[in-house]
């Protein structure tokens, strides 16, 4: 399942057209705050989609027969670049577990990059409801290794993907290598992959965007 959030006309087109404008980039506050948003709103949608069940619950009146969440997800980022978009997801998300990855890309003398994984903190995933945020979707590859390595602690019930801007190319690739049972929400896709691994025309560097530049690998 894949799910474009600008599909349908919302706020949503706004907070993209923001993260893409290069004269909002100087502002990270707002550009982190997006991001958070596009979290907040996949967060509620994909919420629809989780398992509910009927509680009874007292109030100061009498009882009432409530639906509340059946089990509580674990909601995962990809270090740096996805922390605002992971605090979105979590704000909503207030009870659920998390883990975090680190996963960058090293760049090669060749013009080329590898993606370096060397961190996981994670509860177990067996049998739970997986949520991974990550702002960009480019080659697919860090998402990939990311739930390669996530799935050494269990095997998940459901995944869903949290992504900005996905690239139709990298949707290909994490649908070969993860399987059709992904579930994917984005607030935009683009149809380029340039030679370098980046989504274009794309809004950049999220993590620099949002953090600051940092020195290269």
Not at 4 to 21: D, T
Not at 62 to 68: A, C, I, L, P, Y
Not at 86 to 107: C, I, M, Q, T
Request: glycine fraction near 6%; include cysteine.
């Amino acid at each position: 399942m894949i799910v474009n959030l600008s599909e349908k006309h919302s706020l949503i087109c706004n907070w993209v057209s923001e993260l893409r404008n290069i004269s909002v980039h100087n502002d990270r506050m707002r550009f982190r705050r997006n991001l958070e948003r596009i979290g907040e709103v996949a967060a509620y949608e994909i919420s629809k989609l989780l398992p509910w069940k009927e509680v009874e619950i007292q109030t100061p009146l009498g009882t009432h027969k409530s639906m509340v969440l059946e089990e509580q997800p674990i909601v995962a980022t990809i270090l740096r670049a996805g922390l605002a978009m992971h605090h979105g997801v979590l704000s909503y998300l207030d009870k659920a577990d998390n883990a975090f990855v680190s996963a960058f890309r090293r760049h090669n003398a060749a013009g080329g990059f590898d993606i370096i994984l060397d961190y996981v903190s994670s509860p177990s995933i067996e049998n739970r409801i997986l949520i991974i945020s990550d702002p960009m979707l480019a080659t697919g590859t860090s998402l990939a290794k990311t739930i390669v390595a996530l799935k050494k602690l269990g095997n998940p019930s459901q995944i869903y993907i949290v992504a900005a801007i996905a690239s139709r190319q990298g949707i290909a690739y994490l649908q070969k290598v993860a399987g059709e049972d992904v579930h994917l929400w984005c607030a935009d896709i683009d149809d380029v992959l340039n030679e370098n691994g980046y989504i274009v025309p794309g809004l950049g560097d999220a993590g620099d965007l949002a953090f600051g530049e940092k020195l290269q690998s």
